[in-house]
């Protein structure tokens, strides 16, 4: 409101023709329309919305876990369901519905931590080993907390070793590798929104028999940026490249020849910055 700037906004919730109307879901009973997360995109529970407790429980709405079988079933591959996480996070993240430090949100651990609890009382993983995962989870989230995306990566990759070489059933050991590689995904995602995009190319072509480097760097971001431009046979600075420009310099090798060797874009704006290589071939003139 300071700003003047209007919130993000999303669809509005589905709901029936029903009188009173309710809510429109799909065929696992997860409501349609509204802010989509990765828990109601890529479900490993079922979120309702519903609660028939006393008091205020109503405000709190109903999960209920889904078992390992059908996850199995859902997503075969564990790669393949952490990468939709991903997608539908960053979705919902350049749309404005969840914080920048997305990783820091303690659900995502706290996610992992119930899941291998409900394991543990369905007999599924050894009571000792679920204590060892759910720790090395408490200890990611404490790192996420403090903006260790690195130290709560390493903690969650100790988990995701656990479930893959100490849980015995086959299926719960692939929820919980399932799980810890999606949280993982959220933090590579989190880590890399720090760094400025700028992707660069390179490439070595002949002019008048001598070797020319070009060397390309495009703003892939959505601020203008100072990129830098540094080869073997020197370097170039541009500053202001907009959005979707490119900073370009063709550096000259005053030679017939070149090894392979690469180049290097560095890039800097709105408070961030980045280094991006790009490898050439060797090339002979003349």
């Known amino acids: 409101m300071a700003e003047g700037t209007a919130p993000p906004a999303a669809s509005p919730i589905a709901l029936t023709d029903d009188t009173p109307p309710t809510v429109a879901r799909d065929e696992l009973g997860l409501g349609l329309g509204g802010i989509r997360l990765a828990q109601q995109d890529v479900p490993f529970r079922i979120n309702s919305g519903l609660n028939a407790g006393p008091g205020f429980c109503?405000?709190?709405?109903?999960?209920?876990?889904?078992?390992?079988?059908?996850?199995a079933d859902w997503y075969p591959d564990p790669q393949t369901y952490a990468d939709e996480v991903v997608a539908t996070t960053?979705?919902?993240?350049?749309?404005?519905?969840?914080i920048d430090d997305v990783a820091a949100d303690p659900s995502w651990y706290?996610?992992?931590i119930e899941?291998?609890?409900?394991?543990?009382?369905?007999?599924?993983?050894?009571?000792?080993?679920?204590?060892?995962?759910?720790?090395?989870?408490?200890?990611?989230l404490d790192a996420a907390d403090a903006g260790d995306w690195e130290a709560a990566d390493g903690f969650v990759a100790q988990?995701?070793?656990?479930?893959?070489?100490?849980?015995?059933?086959a299926d719960a050991a692939a929820s919980v590798v399932r799980a810890t590689l999606a949280v993982r995904g959220i933090l590579e995602l989190?880590?890399?929104?720090?760094?400025?995009?700028v992707s660069a190319a390179a490439e070595a072509r002949c002019l008048g028999g001598k070797v020319y480097l070009a060397v390309r760097a495009t703003n892939d971001d959505t601020v203008p940026a100072d990129v830098t431009l540094t080869t073997p046979f020197g370097s170039r600075t541009l500053t202001g490249v907009e959005p979707g420009g490119a900073a370009y310099h063709a550096f000259a090798a005053r030679a017939t020849t070149v090894d392979a060797g690469s180049a290097q874009a560095s890039a800097a704006g709105g408070?961030?910055?980045?280094?991006?290589?790009?490898?050439?071939?060797?090339?002979?003139?003349?």
Do not use: W
């Open 190 to 197: 989190t880590a890399g929104a720090d760094d400025l995009a």
């Open 90 to 98: 960053r979705a919902a993240l350049d749309a404005g519905h969840v």
């Open 271 to 286: 408070d961030r910055s980045t280094t991006a290589d790009a490898a050439y071939d060797a090339l002979a003139c003349g």
């Open 159 to 169: 988990a995701q070793h656990l479930g893959e070489t100490e849980i015995e059933d």
């Open 58 to 71: 109503f405000l709190d709405g109903g999960s209920t876990p889904v078992d390992d079988a059908t996850l």
């Open 110 to 112: 706290t996610d992992v």
């Open 115 to 140: 899941l291998v609890g409900d394991r543990v009382a369905a007999g599924t993983i050894d009571a000792a080993v679920a204590e060892q995962v759910q720790d090395r989870v408490r200890q990611a």
